[in-house]
Every structure is written in C-alpha cells, then in structure tokens.
C-alpha cells in the first residue's frame, strides 16, 4: 500500500447551523482517519484503512463508503461495540467543537494484536492520529506499536481534543511516537498550546523537534504552514479558498494529500504544498468528506506541476 491509515470512521450528522440551533441533519461518513484515508486514495494513493466497525447497518454503510472512495476496505472488519458517531453543525471560522457519541465504540477495543496481518508496518506511509490514541489505553498501545513497526514513513497529528483526553496524556503519547516519524503535523495555537504550552509556530516546531520529530508541519490555518526541518525552516502560504461552506475536515484533507505526495516520492516541501491546496479545495463541501480534491484539482489550483505527481 501506498498510504495506510489507522483509526476509527465515524458517522457524521452535521447541521448547516450551529448544534444550539440546527433541527435538519445531513447523514455522512467522516472522523479523522477516514477523512485522511479518502483524501489519500483522491490524490491517486492505494490507500488503506486498517479499523474496527460496529455489526450494525453503520458499519456496513461506512465500508460501502470507504470503498466508493477508492479505500481499500479489507482491514476494515467487525467486532464487538457499535459503530460510532458524531453531530458537527457548520462553521466557517473553524471554532466549533464536535458532539461524540462513540463510548465504547468497536474502535475504542482496537488493539496491537489487531494489527497482525495488517499493511501497517509495510505502508510507504503510515498516518497515525492522537485521536486514536485518546480512545482508550489499547488504542494508544496500538498507535505506539505501529509506529515502532513502520517500516515506511510515518505521519503523525496529535490532533487534541479535549472531550477524548488531557493534554498530560496526549503530550505522553506525543512524546512516544515522535522519534518514530518522518514528518509530525501540530496546529497552532490548538495543539500546541495545550500539549507543548505554547502558542508560537517556531517554538512549537522547535519542541517537537527536541521530541525527536525529524520534520514539523505547524498548521497555522489561513497563514499557511511553518515547515521546519531543521535544515529549512519557512512558511510554506496558504492557498486561498475558492468557496469556503465549512473548516470540518480540512487538516485531514491536508495529511491525506500530503501522505499522497510522500508515497510517489515528492519532496517534503512540494507534498506540504500539496496539501495546502487540498485543505483549501476541502473548505466548499460540507462536513469531513464532503468536498475532496484529486489530483489534477490540486496542481491546478496551485498553478504548476507539484513534484512526485
């Protein structure tokens, strides 16, 4: 596989309002590594996602889903718990929050046993999420082992959020797995000032590096995104917004290309500006899954050939 993805899909009810307000949801397929998983196969990766699903109708529609998409749904199998879910209403600015509802979830119980017979140590890439860690002590055994075993690149978002876990864990987690990576992808200031007490791009990148991390993607939304590398350090612009409906999904859309990228052997810096352009082109459709780049849309918005494409 070009590009493996662990973590849990989710089904999403996301509202063209606020949650306080919205009574009209719009069912789709969405969560972080499915996000992630379905921008990857976009952008012209064989693509994996390695999961548990529910034994309900849920998990049976995501994995018709996913393989719409281009996902390779083999390691995406059933077991115990049901299928989880999440509400989002839409938000422009990006400062919404989600409502989950995926306690005890069948991808909470995933495990590194789990991952036997799985591509996750022979992926060129291997995109791994604190959100998966942040599921249950399994779950985060299982993102530590995969890392360990990757015997490609691996891409790490620590992703926080504070309704899956505290920041002494996910900064635990963070800490764990760095060394481990090609490339770990922080927003700032939302990762990082929880997890690295900071709210500074250079001093974010300067202390996940000191993690381990040979490389650093600090997202910084419309200002683009500081890629330090130790040898380089710049800020790589955003690409401006076509339409923007809705921010759900954007920085999975970004991992997702730039884990594309990586896998046909493009340079760090032209798979960062690749996924730039991805998260911009994922800002018209509503919800995680709902606008998706491919490859031809994402050179052309950035105006030239990306190498590796």
């Given at each position: 596989m070009d590009v493996v993805v662990m973590g849990e899909p989710l089904v999403e009810f996301s509202a063209d309002r606020?949650?306080?307000?919205?009574?009209?949801?719009?069912?789709?397929?969405?969560?972080?590594?499915?996000?992630?998983?379905?921008?990857?196969?976009?952008?012209?990766?064989?693509?994996?996602?390695?999961?548990?699903?529910?034994?309900?109708?849920?998990?049976?529609?995501?994995?018709?889903?996913?393989?719409?998409?281009?996902?390779?749904?083999?390691?995406?199998?059933?077991?115990?718990?049901?299928?989880?879910?999440?509400?989002?209403?839409?938000?422009?600015?990006?400062?919404?929050?989600?409502?989950?509802?995926?306690?005890?979830s069948a991808a909470s119980r995933l495990s590194a046993a789990d991952l036997t017979g799985s591509p996750v140590a022979t992926a060129r890439v291997l995109v791994l999420s604190g959100i998966t860690a942040a599921l249950s002590d399994s779950c985060d055994s299982a993102v530590r082992t995969a890392a360990r075993a990757a015997t490609g690149l691996v891409v790490y978002d620590p992703n926080y959020r504070s309704r899956l876990t505290g920041p002494e864990a996910a900064t635990a987690t963070l800490a764990a797995v760095a060394p481990h990576t090609a490339l770990l992808k922080i927003s700032a200031p939302g990762d990082s000032l929880a997890l690295l007490g900071t709210a500074d791009p250079a001093e974010t990148a300067r202390r996940v590096r000191q993690l381990g991390a040979p490389a650093v993607a600090v997202t910084l939304g419309a200002d683009g995104v500081l890629l330090d590398t130790g040898d380089f350090a710049d800020v790589v612009p955003a690409v401006p917004a076509p339409v923007i409906v809705d921010q759900t999904g954007a920085g999975d859309n970004f991992t997702g290309a730039l884990a594309a990228w990586l896998a046909r052997g493009a340079p760090l810096l032209d798979a960062v500006r690749a996924g730039t352009a991805a998260a911009s082109i994922s800002l018209a459709g509503q919800g995680g899954t709902g606008r998706v780049a491919d490859a031809r849309e994402i050179e052309s918005l950035l105006a030239e050939p990306v190498s590796g494409g």
């Amino acid at each position: 596989m070009d590009v493996v993805v662990m973590g849990e899909p989710l089904v999403e009810f996301s509202a063209d309002r606020a949650l306080t307000e919205a009574e009209t949801f719009r069912l789709s397929f969405s969560g972080d590594a499915l996000n992630v998983a379905v921008a990857a196969a976009s952008a012209g990766a064989r693509t994996a996602l390695v999961t548990l699903l529910g034994e309900d109708e849920f998990g049976a529609r995501l994995i018709r889903f996913a393989g719409s998409r281009g996902v390779d749904t083999r390691w995406m199998t059933s077991g115990p718990g049901s299928t989880g879910a999440y509400a989002v209403g839409a938000d422009p600015s990006g400062t919404r929050a989600f409502a989950y509802m995926r306690h005890g979830s069948a991808a909470s119980r995933l495990s590194a046993a789990d991952l036997t017979g799985s591509p996750v140590a022979t992926a060129r890439v291997l995109v791994l999420s604190g959100i998966t860690a942040a599921l249950s002590d399994s779950c985060d055994s299982a993102v530590r082992t995969a890392a360990r075993a990757a015997t490609g690149l691996v891409v790490y978002d620590p992703n926080y959020r504070s309704r899956l876990t505290g920041p002494e864990a996910a900064t635990a987690t963070l800490a764990a797995v760095a060394p481990h990576t090609a490339l770990l992808k922080i927003s700032a200031p939302g990762d990082s000032l929880a997890l690295l007490g900071t709210a500074d791009p250079a001093e974010t990148a300067r202390r996940v590096r000191q993690l381990g991390a040979p490389a650093v993607a600090v997202t910084l939304g419309a200002d683009g995104v500081l890629l330090d590398t130790g040898d380089f350090a710049d800020v790589v612009p955003a690409v401006p917004a076509p339409v923007i409906v809705d921010q759900t999904g954007a920085g999975d859309n970004f991992t997702g290309a730039l884990a594309a990228w990586l896998a046909r052997g493009a340079p760090l810096l032209d798979a960062v500006r690749a996924g730039t352009a991805a998260a911009s082109i994922s800002l018209a459709g509503q919800g995680g899954t709902g606008r998706v780049a491919d490859a031809r849309e994402i050179e052309s918005l950035l105006a030239e050939p990306v190498s590796g494409g």
